[in-house]
């Protein structure tokens, strides 16, 4: 079977800046090439019309007469039409362009010449126009330019020597009284021919360009997908079973983040892994015990007590409490499970939580006097919440079991449901024992974590993963306050009835 081509994360890198780099090449093409000579025929038309249209307005606004009888009947400018041409032309508006300023029956009042080269506009023969359709004729093409000006009211032509290929823009416009027309011209650079040597060039920029994006893609990709290629042997390394794997943390973009995104999740694999591993060990040690037991004292009892009644009841009283024990661990462990997988969902009904917690307490006063303990309660306001009351009851009982078993020198222990502000209930299970070292709190809830150096007390390390669990398919928030050498606090805040849950888990 042909084995199917794969588009790396390198390859669809390096074919997205290949194309980016094309589309850039052929955008620099069409602005530098192709455009090149429209833009610059565009922006010299509009300065040359702004300059003519000054002109023009010079003249429409000039106090008249403009200009006085000179010799042979050929007009001389005044004084003060001088001195504002003499200002344009300081000012650089008409360097660079051919002037000229006429009557309306052919006589110049001012003319000028500042072009580099020959102004076709007076070569004293009519060489070409692109658009006139005049033939060669021996007169000055301003005479012509004037004639279609004083037609037309304006006049715009590209003019061409034939012999060098140069070429020229003439614009004219006739004043608002229809007495002068004013002719401006300027030389056009040989676009065409620039564009052409841009053209030839652009192949080679192309190629170069393309060389160095490639390059450029190539290494940008190797050092990209480095952390990305890590993170893939060191997920591969986890599917074996290595949950120690760590991937280097470099930066602060996104990857960085993934990096320490995998790194956590490995931590806690590597945590949850142990913790079950711990799990097993200790549930195997203590059905290994009971099951010791329950076997040691079956046949003590079938050899060795005979007709003892005494003997006979103190050794099944050890073999029915053993196997309650295995009961008990079994049927945690198998609530922590149908809690956990949703298996057994909350049956939500509403209820005062202060009542529960108050009828909860009263079954602890035998254990408490019996023991010499104090159980401090507050419970006297009344707190409506929406829960399965089964379940709250279950967890009521284990914070409370758990304090007893950690109760302090003292023997004080405490319960209290009090009213939350918004609605709902906070209840809080508090004791005066050795209290929870820093590390220790966020792992509390965890199955089987046993903390406060708990070695040889009673209980199977499931009590507080069980209350997690009820209190998660609550959506209620819990956790526990702790100063080791002062006590601890765990708590817990349920729901008003029609309100949403706080928030998930602690």
């Not at 042979?72 to 002037?99: E, H, K, M, W, Y």
């Not at 140069?166 to 040989?190: E, I, P």
């Not at 669990?469 to 609550?474: C, V």
Request: glycine content about 8%.
């Amino acid at each position: 079977m042909k084995k199917k081509f794969r588009w790396s994360f390198r390859s669809k890198l390096m074919a997205f800046v290949f194309l980016i780099c094309l589309v850039l090449i052929g955008l620099v093409y069409a602005l530098s090439v192709l455009s090149l000579e429209p833009a610059y025929n565009r922006r010299i038309r509009e300065d040359l019309s702004a300059t003519l249209n000054n002109l023009v307005s010079l003249m429409d606004n000039a106090d008249y007469p403009l200009t006085t009888p000179g010799l042979l009947g050929i007009p001389q400018r005044t004084t003060a039409f001088n001195d504002q041409l003499s200002s344009l032309i300081q000012s650089g508006q008409l360097s660079g362009l051919c002037v000229e300023i006429a009557t309306s029956a052919g006589q110049k009042v001012f003319s000028m010449e500042a072009l580099p080269t020959t102004c076709l506009l007076h070569t004293g023969k009519l060489l070409a126009s692109s658009s006139s359709g005049l033939s060669v004729i021996d007169a000055e093409i301003a005479s012509q330019m004037r004639y279609i000006t004083i037609v037309d009211g304006q006049v715009t032509r590209v003019l061409e020597n034939p012999s060098t290929g140069a070429q020229q823009l003439v614009m004219g416009k006739l004043t608002a009284d229809g007495s002068y027309t004013v002719l401006v011209s300027t030389d056009l650079a040989r676009i065409p021919q620039a564009a052409a040597v841009l053209a030839g060039q652009m192949k080679w920029v192309a190629l170069l360009l393309l060389a160095v994006s490639l390059a450029g893609a190539w290494i940008f990709s190797t050092i990209f997908t480095r952390p990305l290629r890590q993170l893939s042997g060191a997920a591969r390394e986890m599917a074996r079973g290595n949950y120690k794997v760590q991937v280097e943390e470099e930066g602060q973009d996104e990857v960085a983040d993934l990096a320490r995104d995998f790194n956590f999740m490995a931590r806690e694999v590597d945590r949850s892994a142990r913790l079950q591993q711990e799990l097993i060990a200790n549930i195997s040690h203590d059905l290994r015990t009971p099951l010791t037991l329950i076997k040691g004292y079956a046949e003590t009892l079938r050899d060795l007590t005979g007709d003892d009644a005494q003997k006979r009841t103190q050794q099944l009283n050890v073999i029915v409490d053993e196997t309650d024990r295995l009961s008990a661990l079994v049927n945690s462990v198998m609530d922590l499970s149908k809690i956990g997988t949703g298996a057994e969902k909350p049956q939500m009904v509403d209820f005062d939580l202060a009542q529960l917690c108050d009828e909860v307490a009263q079954r602890y006063e035998d254990v408490c006097a019996k023991n010499g303990y104090t159980l401090e309660t507050h419970t006297d306001e009344e707190c409506l919440v929406h829960a399965d009351a089964a379940m709250l009851e279950r967890v009521l009982h284990n914070l409370l079991g758990n304090a007893l078993h950690h109760v302090g020198p003292d023997g004080w222990l405490g319960l209290s449901a009090k009213p939350l502000p918004g609605g709902g209930c906070r209840v809080e299970v508090a004791d005066h024992g050795c209290g929870i070292p820093a590390e220790d709190l966020p792992h509390l809830f965890d199955k089987y974590y046993r903390s406060r150096q708990d070695a040889g007390k009673v209980g199977n390390g499931l009590g507080l993963s069980i209350t997690k669990a009820i209190l998660q398919s609550h959506g209620f928030r819990f956790g526990v306050e702790s100063t080791v050498g002062q006590g601890s606090v765990f708590w817990f805040e349920a729901a008003a009835p029609g309100q949403p849950p706080r928030a998930q888990g602690k």
